[in-house]
């Protein structure tokens, strides 16, 4: 089954498109801030569906409700590729949010519930962080594949186009999976749920999460560390456009100034990918080494603080090459960080409600995406340079505020 595993994260990261989609967006002739209004919408409607479908995919069987998040991201991948407006654009995202909530906490449960039958319920970091650097590892290749498919055909919509079909070769992995993975009882039929026991499951779930302690700090540690990354990591696209510009002509051998912010931009996606798929798959090795997953996160959020003070300085002093380089060490921060904070809510949460409280942080995460993306995506666009190196100021002053609260609140607690 961990074959299987990783075969499905390295599958469902199989997104051509991802380090194009901003500039697919403004060569449709979108400002920043309707890019920044799309990606505000990514994030709220998938809060809207992420609870109802966690508890969804606990009742109805985790396989059905991955199914479901396949069809759906797939009708998004078709509607973006052949959207030439901002209005048809709106129900594209609105499709991938449906795949995201579906998607999100629904397969890290059934991976608990593989380690819970196999009686190796301690591996959930290790094991996770393994599944997670096989997505990183996709999505690396992605990268290479998506720089080939927009660098021969001069346009971007063929990459959302052919990311349909190793969503379709997920479908047949996923059929393969074990009926025990779905997660509900036996005994009980498969049917799916109204929409009044899914809203009061959502509400049962989110009440009893938040009274649960050992549940609730790594929630509001996920929101403030998730949030902020979700809402900044598409703008690497743009600044590493717009760092393709600064380069001599000679050194990268293509003629068009697109050509060479396509492959600019993949060869900084491919690095970042490998480097973050070895982050998470050594994220069990900081676990051991701080003695467990609390003093774990409590290193990750001083790491992350220093982070986010050399991206205020450096933008602050002038340094966009220091900016850079927090900006990407933020991206390998995520990845030690995210298998280390989903083995804490794995160890704490319920077998039976793993997907409804893994979708809670993601939930939470998304709504501080959803308040800080239009903004965002505002300061972009008064940027003179035409890079976003001009919102990385704010950016690092506010992260900054979290990380040291988390790490100081996390060191002062033990």
Request: hydrophobic share 50%; net charge positive; charged share 15%.
């Amino acid at each position: 089954m961990l074959v299987r595993f990783c075969l499905y994260g390295f599958l469902k990261n199989q997104r051509f498109y991802e380090p194009f989609l901003l500039l697919s967006f403004l060569e449709r002739g979108l400002s920043f801030f309707e890019i920044g209004l799309l990606l505000g919408l990514r994030e709220i409607a998938t809060n809207l569906f992420e609870i109802p479908t966690g508890v969804l995919a606990d009742r109805w069987g985790r396989r059905r409700a991955l199914i479901l998040s396949f069809l759906a991201y797939i009708a998004s991948f078709l509607l973006l590729g052949s959207a030439r407006g901002f209005p048809l654009l709106l129900p594209a995202m609105c499709l991938y949010s449906l795949g995201d909530a579906l998607r999100t906490g629904t397969h890290k449960a059934m991976i608990f519930a593989w380690l819970d039958n196999e009686g190796r319920s301690g591996d959930q970091t290790r094991v996770y962080g393994i599944t997670r650097s096989w997505s990183k590892f996709g999505s690396a290749v992605s990268v290479v594949l998506g720089t080939a498919l927009v660098l021969g055909s001069g346009e971007y919509a063929i990459a959302f186009d052919l990311a349909v079909f190793p969503y379709l070769a997920n479908l047949v992995n996923l059929s393969g999976y074990p009926a025990f993975l779905d997660g509900r009882s036996p005994r009980r039929p498969p049917a799916f749920p109204g929409l009044a026991a899914l809203f009061r499951g959502s509400l049962e779930s989110l009440a009893e999460t938040w009274k649960n302690v050992d549940l609730r700090r790594p929630l509001c540690e996920g929101m403030a560390f998730g949030g902020l990354f979700l809402a900044s990591k598409d703008y690497l696209q743009n600044l590493l456009a717009g760092l393709a510009g600064g380069l001599p002509a000679s050194w990268i051998p293509l003629e068009s100034a697109r050509g060479r912010s396509v492959l600019v931009i993949g060869l900084g996606y491919f690095v970042l990918h490998l480097a973050s798929g070895f982050a998470s798959r050594k994220a069990h090795r900081l676990v051991e080494a701080a003695g467990g997953e609390e003093a774990a996160s409590r290193k990750v959020w001083t790491f992350a603080a220093l982070l986010y003070a050399g991206l205020a300085l450096g933008e602050g002093a002038s340094l966009p090459l220091l900016s850079v380089l927090a900006f990407l060490a933020l991206h390998l921060c995520q990845n030690l960080w995210r298998p280390i904070l989903v083995g804490r809510l794995g160890l704490s949460s319920p077998a039976g409600r793993r997907a409804t409280i893994l979708s809670i942080e993601s939930q939470a995460r998304r709504i501080a995406a959803f308040m800080i993306a239009p903004l965002l995506g505002w300061a972009v666009g008064l940027g003179a340079t035409g890079t976003s190196l001009g919102a990385f100021l704010p950016l690092g002053l506010l992260g900054l505020v979290p990380s040291l609260f988390f790490a100081l609140r996390s060191s002062g607690s033990r």
